[in-house]
Structure formats: C-alpha cells, structure tokens
C-alpha cells in the first residue's frame, strides 16, 4: 500500500488501497461518498489540525509534490489517472522506469477512447447504413445502449441517401474510477443528482419532501413538485419510501447499497431531455400504481412478491427510451426494430435494460437462481404489458373476466394478469388525474410527439400519426386519446373495483377533463375562422 505521510488520522481520501489528503478547498468539509460495487472506500474531509502556514502543506496548502512516486501538483482527473496507474502496477501492469509514466497515462486514456468507440459505434441505424463516430461518442458518456435520437445525431445525404454522423463533439472520456461512482459527480465537481445527494437539500426542503411521502398514497399528489423537493431524485426517493412502507427491504433480505445503486441506475439511464418519457413519468407511474396495489379488491390478495414485482415494473416500465416511437426505429431501420423483429421493440428492451442493471447491482443475487430468473420473467411480462398496440388483446381478456365473474385472485396467473392491467392503468393514468397536473402531461407527450414529427419533415420522412404539430392539435389528440384508449380501460377498472372511491374520482376527472378539452379544441378551431372572416374585405 502507497501511504502518503502527514495525512490526519481517518481524515483521509482512500482510493483502491491509496490514500493521500484533500484540499479543504478544492471539495469542501465533511463531504462522503461510498460505492461498494469494487469495494472502494472514498472519505473526504478537511485537516482542521495543520496551520494555513504549516510546512507540511505550504503557504497555498497544497500537499508535497511528490509523494510515494506520484505527483500531487496536478488537477483531480489528472490526479486519478496516476492513481489508476498505481493500481494497475500493482495488479501486474507496466512498472517502474519500464515506460515513462506521462506518455502511459495520455496513451492509455487514447487508446482506451479509440477502442471504446469502435466497439460500441455501430447503434443507430437508418437507411441500411451505420452510423459512427457521434453515436461511440454519447456511448461512452452514457450507460444507455444506444445514442439519443435527435437531429444532431441523424443527417442524410441526398445523393446517396445515407445517414451519416452530425456535429462531432468533443470525446469526453470518463475515468474508469468515475465511471463506477457514476452515481455520484463530486469526483467531477458538479452537485450530484443522485440518490447520495439528498444529503446536501436544505431542512425545509426535505421536510417539505418528508411531508408529502406521508400523503403519497392520495389521488392528487403533485409529482413535479415531489421532484423538485428532491432535487431531481423524486423516482430513488419513492421507491425507497414504498419498499419501508411493504416492508420488501426485509422481507426480501435486500442490500440496501445494492438496493440505491440499482434505483440510481434505473433513474439515470432515463432521459432527462425527453419531455415525457423520462423519470418524473417513472415516478408517476409508480405512485399511480401503488395507489392501485391498495385497492381493497386487490390488496388483500397480493403477495409480497406481487407488491414487489408491480413497483419495480412501474419504476422501470420505460427505461431508457430514445423519445420516440416503434414506428420511427422500424422506418429509420434502427438495431433494436431488427434485434425484437419489429415487436414491442421499445417494451422489450425496457425488459432488457432492467434485467442487465438487476444483474450488474446484484440486488437480486442472494436469491435462488430459480426464484431470480423466475422474477426477471415476470417483470418482463409486466413491462411487455405496457405495450400500447396490445391495448384490445388486454382490454377483451379483462372485459371477458368480468363477465363470466371467473376472477380468482387467489390463483397467481390471475393475480399477475391484473398486476398487468393495474400497469397498463397506471401508465396512462394522465387524464384521470385533476386538470392541473392532466394538463401538464398532455402537453408534455404532445411535444414529444411533435419533436418527433419535426425530426421526420427535416430528414423527408413519412410524418407518424398524431406527431404533425400543423395539423394534430393538443385538444384533438388529448380528445381521441381519451375516448378509445383511456375510457374503454379504465370503465372496465371501474367495474372491477365495484366501484371504489378512488375509481370514481378518476371517473370524475376523466369526464371533466374531456369536456375541458372539447372546449379548447372548440376554441382552436373556431381561431382560423375568425381569422379568415376578419380578412374579407368589409369585415368590422
């Protein structure tokens, strides 16, 4: 082990078996952070006991110029490469005066960003060609499989009518060391904005938080308002709440480190940009269904492992979606339309996506094999569910049940075929809630839809239904999506709960909400005939 000497005693930074001391100013007091998933240990404080003049530290404080072989006099990223030096000199790499350690690091970081992007370029295709550079680029920044598509990614070509990569951005390679404590940015001097930073919210703000956990279970809860409060970790925050309020962490014997690394995966590999789809929907999925998990119809049957498997579905029901639909990755000949045979090609690889980061936490590892794989197969089940060209093939199978009254919630395959329509419910659950929030996300999936629409008119793509912002509406969109997808589901959830208070309040909202709707659509199109009127000549 490397020692630097004067360091105070468990006041240190202990990176893979090195340690060294912290600049007060360069990350603060008593700032810590832990990621297990190597075993590494990080420990940041001040050193209160040294003079600002000490000749230990210097007139600026800065530690020793060299020390143990390596120097100090450098920035943290640079810093952190020699430490990974070090590392690897120890598990066998190149040693000692063998290489020039300058040159080592900057080739090293070279070749590994030069392999990286030629291992993982080859993710978004349209046209039949491949495109490259840009997409390794964002690979290798993000943990997603593929790139986000938008239109500095895509730029066609009218002779050859291929899709080439856009504006190159600058290569901005992550560490191997920051890399794994991605859940955490001190390393990079930005807040974090993940589980571990809840820490650094004001008192008022998590009180304010703690507040609104306490009425998660009521119809009206405002989950934007939730994600401010938590600065940005509305989806960890619930989830974690949930699992304490089923008791699953115990039941389950779950590790809670793995348990946070797997939530802040999940959440992270959302996409921020996207207006919709992107954890605050995660998070409001999930507190949908977890109000629907404690219908009294439904509640007194479930298991905990029915509870679980519904949480989890919610929360990573559309994990890493691109922002657009099946339809643009089928005509854009997208690796995922070809890998899922163009079936629920984005419900699929939500199921994927979710079982890799399962496997990478290891959450589920102390579990038999069987029982895990069995698991992973039923979230699959419940996350394929969400699949909206499926809507009919559901929709009959629940209307036939309650008329034959054959509902057996004792029998597992029943009680995972409504843990299937209670997701189905809970994803498109907007319309139903009060005009406030139902507002908010009409017109956040209907930017979605539009940016969509944009992408294809710039690139002289067919524009998908409903992404035409020239002709589709909000009004009109938000109208037929009521009438022949939300209704027909949700009267039939109406029947089944016979009718609970909570299925008659979204009843109500349902009904007012599209009545409110009717009028702006009214209003909307009666703006272009007065416009019209009004330029006839002799029109007052």
């Not at 809670?256 to 207006?275: A, C, E, I, T, W």
Request: aromatic share 8%; charged share 20%; with cysteine.
């Amino acid at each position: 082990m490397l020692v630097f000497p004067h360091t105070c005693p468990a006041k240190h930074l202990s990176l893979c078996g090195v340690r060294m001391p912290v600049l007060e100013e360069l990350w603060g007091p008593d700032v810590s952070m832990r990621d297990s998933r190597l075993g590494v240990g990080v420990d940041v404080r001040v050193c209160p006991d040294e003079a600002p003049h000490s000749p230990l530290w210097g007139p600026l404080r800065t530690p020793p110029v060299t020390c143990g072989g390596l120097s100090l006099a450098l920035e943290l990223p640079a810093l952190i490469r020699q430490l990974r030096t070090a590392w690897r000199v120890r598990r066998g790499g190149p040693r000692g005066p063998e290489r020039n350690q300058a040159s080592t690091w900057v080739d090293t970081e070279k070749e590994e960003v030069k392999q990286d992007i030629e291992d993982r370029s080859t993710h978004l295709e349209a046209d039949g060609r491949v495109s490259t550079g840009h997409a390794g680029v964002l690979l290798a920044e993000r943990r997603g499989s593929y790139p986000l598509i938008d239109l500095c990614i895509l730029k066609t070509s009218t002779q050859q009518g291929e899709v080439e990569s856009g504006t190159r951005r600058k290569v901005k390679r992550l560490l191997s060391f920051q890399r794994y404590c991605h859940n955490s940015r001190l390393l990079r001097g930005l807040v974090p904005h993940t589980p571990g930073s809840l820490h650094l919210l004001d008192d008022d703000y998590l009180g304010q938080a703690a507040h609104m956990l306490s009425k998660v279970g009521t119809w009206n809860f405002d989950i934007f308002l939730f994600d401010r409060l938590t600065n940005g970790n509305s989806l960890v925050t619930l989830m974690c709440h949930l699992f304490n309020v089923y008791g699953l962490i115990h039941h389950f014997q779950l590790d809670m480190v793995k348990l946070h690394r797997f939530l802040g995966m999940v959440q992270d590999d959302y996409h921020s940009q996207n207006p919709y789809h992107n954890a605050v929907h995660a998070a409001d999925v999930t507190q949908a269904m977890y109000c629907y998990l404690k219908e009294p119809k439904l509640a007194e049957q479930l298991s905990p492992a029915d509870v679980f498997l519904g949480l989890m579905a919610a929360a990573a029901h559309d994990v890493d979606h691109p922002g657009v639909n099946q339809p643009f990755l089928i005509k854009t000949r997208h690796h995922l339309a070809s890998l899922y045979q163009n079936t629920s090609v984005l419900e699929s690889h939500h199921w994927r996506s979710t079982v890799g980061m399962l496997r990478e936490s290891g959450l589920l590892s102390h579990l038999p094999p069987d029982m895990s794989q069995d698991m992973e197969q039923q979230l699959g089940s419940l996350i394929l569910a969400t699949d909206i060209s499926r809507q009919n093939e559901f929709l009959l199978t629940f209307r036939e049940h309650l008329d034959n009254q054959d509902l057996d919630l004792q029998l597992a395959s029943h009680r995972h075929f409504m843990l299937q329509i209670a997701l189905k419910c809970a994803d498109i659950c907007n319309p139903c809630r009060v005009w406030e929030l139902s507002r908010q996300w009409s017109e956040r999936v209907c930017e979605e839809f539009y940016r969509q629409g944009d992408m294809e008119r710039k690139f002289d793509l067919e524009i998908s239904p409903l992404c035409n912002q020239q002709a589709d509406s909000v009004p009109t969109i938000q109208i037929g999506f009521i009438s022949y997808i939300v209704e027909p589901l949700f009267e039939e959830w109406h029947r089944f709960t016979d009718p609970s208070l909570l299925s008659q309040t979204m009843m109500g909202h349902l009904h007012k909400n599209k009545a409110r709707w009717s009028l702006l659509r009214y209003a909307h199109n009666s703006e272009p005939q007065a416009h019209s009127q009004a330029e006839k000549p002799g029109t007052e």
